[in-house]
């Protein structure tokens, strides 16, 4: 018989579980499960950075929440119009995301619809989830709904008949989208295509900042979402204005300050040249003049002069005397055109 205590074996690995039987993994264990060996990671620098940074400084745009909270009901109107259902929509959420970010979070299958705003030249998004696409052509179809939402087919593409009928009620978003944005700024947003891949609904760079506003619609127990997207180019010709926090949002004026401002610069002393006349001569002549000499300036007494200040001409005068002093006359206005802008 063999002992094998009297053989010196190494000892078997230690298996990864805890004596109540639980599975453990150390971080070595974690790391080659996910495929990280542990080398070093490069770190992004500069403008790459900066432009793949996955934070967002989300800038508010309080106006553009304000024509949402319009949007949400004008549109519960037109689609209670359009299905004769009991319709309830509701605003989820106002965000900012990345256009790569926000492509590739769309649940497929779904409908993307580009639309354009004419005024600004520029393009949007407008996208529907499929419980959205489903109840909407169940509703205009004439089903009864009850609370069963359709089944879902994996694969198959939509129909003419499935796209045209959420075409119909992309129309009336945008409408009631452009109807809302009127006050701001009258706008119109109109529809272009429908595609069901997003890939052929890019309408700006993957790394672009976009605003996304998002609703969900109820009807009869079914329903879904859909958003708008609006990329920051394309809202940027109104930026200012969805900047403020209230319509025609001014910034406060101090009438006092301003009237005792006016009251001290109309106080204030500045001084004034007449120019008598001009004359060009050679610097050797100009070298050679002595005290009590007589300069011709081609001038008559009843020309008119410029009078000017820091060299700016602000009007015309004519010279003459008053209490023995020589003075001068204005013979034209201090012209507001004269002065310097």
Same mark, same amino acid.
């Given at each position: 018989?063999?002992?094998?205590?009297?053989?010196?074996?190494?000892?078997?690995?230690?298996?990864?579980?805890?004596?109540?039987?639980?599975?453990?993994?150390?971080?070595?264990?974690?790391?080659?499960?996910?495929?990280?060996?542990?080398?070093?990671?490069?770190?992004?620098?500069?403008?790459?950075?900066?432009?793949?940074?996955?934070?967002?400084?989300?800038?508010?745009?309080?106006?553009?929440?304000?024509?949402?909270?319009?949007?949400?009901?004008? #549109?519960?109107?037109?689609?209670?119009?359009?299905?004769?259902?009991?319709?309830?929509?509701?605003?989820?959420?106002?965000?900012?995301? /990345?256009?790569?970010?926000?492509?590739?979070?769309?649940?497929?299958?779904?409908?993307?619809?580009?639309?354009?705003?004419?005024?600004?030249?520029?393009?949007?998004?407008?996208?529907?989830?499929?419980?959205?696409?489903?109840?909407?052509?169940?509703?205009?179809?004439?089903?009864?709904?009850?609370?069963?939402?359709?089944?879902?087919?994996?694969?198959?593409?939509?129909?003419?008949?499935?796209?045209?009928?959420?075409?119909?009620?992309?129309?009336?978003?945008?409408?009631? #989208?452009?109807?809302?944005?009127?006050?701001?700024?009258?706008?119109?947003?109109?529809?272009?295509?429908?595609?069901?891949?997003?890939?052929?609904?890019? %309408?700006?760079?993957?790394?672009?900042?976009?605003?996304?506003?998002?609703?969900?619609?109820?009807?009869?127990?079914?329903?879904?979402?859909?958003?708008?997207?609006?990329?920051?180019?394309?809202?940027?010709?109104?930026?200012?204005?969805?900047?403020?926090?209230?319509?025609?949002?001014?910034?406060?004026?101090?009438?006092?300050?301003?009237?005792?401002?006016?009251?001290? %610069?109309?106080?204030?002393?500045?001084?004034?040249?007449?120019?008598?006349?001009?004359?060009?001569?050679?610097?050797?002549?100009?070298?050679?003049?002595?005290?009590?000499?007589?300069?011709?300036?081609?001038?008559?007494?009843?020309?008119?002069?410029?009078?000017?200040?820091?060299?700016?001409?602000?009007?015309?005068?004519? %010279?003459?005397?008053?209490?023995?002093?020589?003075?001068? /006359?204005?013979?034209?206005?201090?012209?507001?055109? /004269?002065?310097?802008?």
């Amino acid at each position: 018989m063999i002992d094998l205590d009297d053989f010196d074996l190494p000892d078997p690995p230690a298996a990864p579980f805890a004596a109540d039987g639980e599975m453990k993994f150390d971080q070595a264990d974690i790391d080659a499960l996910f495929g990280d060996v542990g080398g070093p990671v490069e770190k992004k620098k500069g403008l790459r950075a900066v432009i793949e940074s996955k934070v967002i400084s989300q800038e508010r745009l309080p106006m553009l929440e304000v024509v949402c909270d319009r949007v949400v009901r004008a #549109f519960a109107s037109s689609m209670r119009n359009l299905t004769s259902d009991a319709i309830d929509v509701s605003l989820e959420e106002v965000t900012s995301i /990345r256009f790569g970010d926000f492509m590739n979070r769309i649940m497929l299958p779904a409908m993307v619809g580009v639309f354009q705003v004419k005024e600004w030249q520029n393009f949007g998004l407008i996208t529907v989830n499929s419980s959205l696409i489903y109840s909407v052509v169940d509703a205009l179809l004439g089903g009864r709904g009850g609370g069963a939402q359709p089944v879902v087919i994996d694969g198959r593409p939509f129909t003419t008949i499935e796209t045209t009928l959420v075409s119909r009620m992309l129309e009336l978003a945008l409408s009631d #989208f452009s109807e809302a944005f009127k006050p701001i700024e009258p706008v119109t947003m109109q529809l272009e295509r429908v595609e069901s891949n997003p890939r052929f609904a890019a %309408i700006a760079g993957t790394s672009n900042i976009c605003a996304v506003a998002t609703f969900r619609v109820d009807m009869d127990g079914r329903g879904g979402e859909f958003s708008l997207l609006f990329p920051y180019a394309t809202l940027e010709p109104v930026r200012h204005k969805l900047l403020q926090r209230f319509m025609g949002e001014k910034s406060g004026r101090d009438s006092i300050w301003e009237a005792h401002m006016a009251s001290e %610069i109309r106080k204030t002393n500045v001084t004034v040249d007449v120019v008598l006349g001009e004359k060009a001569m050679p610097l050797a002549e100009l070298k050679a003049l002595e005290v009590g000499q007589t300069i011709a300036l081609h001038k008559s007494p009843d020309d008119p002069l410029d009078l000017a200040c820091g060299g700016v001409k602000l009007a015309q005068t004519q %010279i003459g005397q008053r209490r023995g002093k020589v003075a001068v /006359r204005l013979i034209s206005d201090v012209a507001k055109e /004269r002065m310097p802008a």
